[in-house]
């Protein structure tokens, strides 16, 4: 392929568009910025749109398109540029258990590529938007799902009965805490739901939902990723552990 030189040019005029969320809906592509991205998109095994895995020519090689370096920073939605940038195409699929975990109005992109990484740091199947989230393949997310974008499941969901299994609803002044919601033996599929920090989840939501639980901390909340990130952990300790009797519950 032909060594790409000018930042005018037609594909790195596609790859920047993708930056904003109308084409990414439109397209249904998304970008991955880096090395770090590309390399897990690939161990995924998810593969780039063709001919949109663009790398500068000092990182060129086997199923890279050349790239100057100049025009790849010019196509690159980081202040310091991307050595390496990959299209991909989205992927979405219903809400899925063992382990869902669905958020609503959680606006911001940082924290929702955060709770995609935690996902699958913990093993869960699927993260689900409700309405009001941000974008999961906005670029700012993409680079704080550290990969997790390719190796998570994502739904859209409109309404609460789609959420598979029993839904947790996370509320900070909830009566039960989340550290007892797994010790009432083994579980079948489970969604944990998160709100925005500043609101919460609507009545509407927490009405809907089998349990209600909170996290017991000092202050008055945590933001949402760190609120799924807790939760997640909570959720998944060996059943024996949540079960000991030494365990101290939480007031």
């Known amino acids: 392929m032909t060594r790409i030189t000018s930042p005018q040019n037609p594909r790195l005029k596609s790859v920047r568009r993708l930056a904003g969320r109308r084409e990414r809906e439109r397209s249904g592509k998304f970008l991955a910025e880096g090395e770090d991205l590309v390399l ?4 995924a ?3 780039a749109v063709e001919g949109y895995r663009l790398a500068g020519s000092s990182l060129g090689g086997e199923g890279f398109h050349d790239v100057a370096p100049a025009a790849l920073k010019a ?3 980081l202040g310091s540029g991307a050595r390496v940038i990959g299209v991909y195409e989205q992927q979405w699929s ?3 258990g063992p382990l869902c975990v669905y958020l609503h109005g959680v606006g ?3 924290n929702v590529g955060t709770v995609l990484r935690s996902a699958e740091a913990f093993g869960a199947s699927c993260v689900a938007l409700g309405p009001g989230c941000a974008d999961p393949h906005s670029p700012k997310a993409v680079r704080a799902s550290m990969g997790a974008i390719f190796a998570v499941s994502l739904a859209h969901v409109s309404e609460v009965r789609e959420l598979p299994g029993e839904r947790i609803a996370l509320v900070p002044d909830a009566a039960e805490s989340l550290g007892h919601v797994h010790s009432t033996g083994p579980p079948g599929a489970r969604t944990l739901l998160v709100g925005a920090e500043r609101d919460g989840l609507p009545p509407s939501v927490v009405a809907a939902c089998e349990r209600v639980a909170r996290i017991p901390i000092a202050s008055q909340s945590l933001n949402a990723a760190m609120a799924a990130t807790v939760a997640l952990y909570e959720m998944t300790l060996q059943p024996s552990r949540g079960a000991a009797s030494s365990r101290v519950p939480a007031s």
Do not use: I, L, V
């Not at 897990?40 to 161990?43: G, I, V």
């Open 45 to 47: 095994g998810r593969a």
């Open 40 to 43: 897990a998109a690939r161990n």
């Open 75 to 77: 196509a690159s939605t």
């Open 94 to 96: 219903a809400a899925a």
């Open 108 to 110: 911001d992109p940082g």
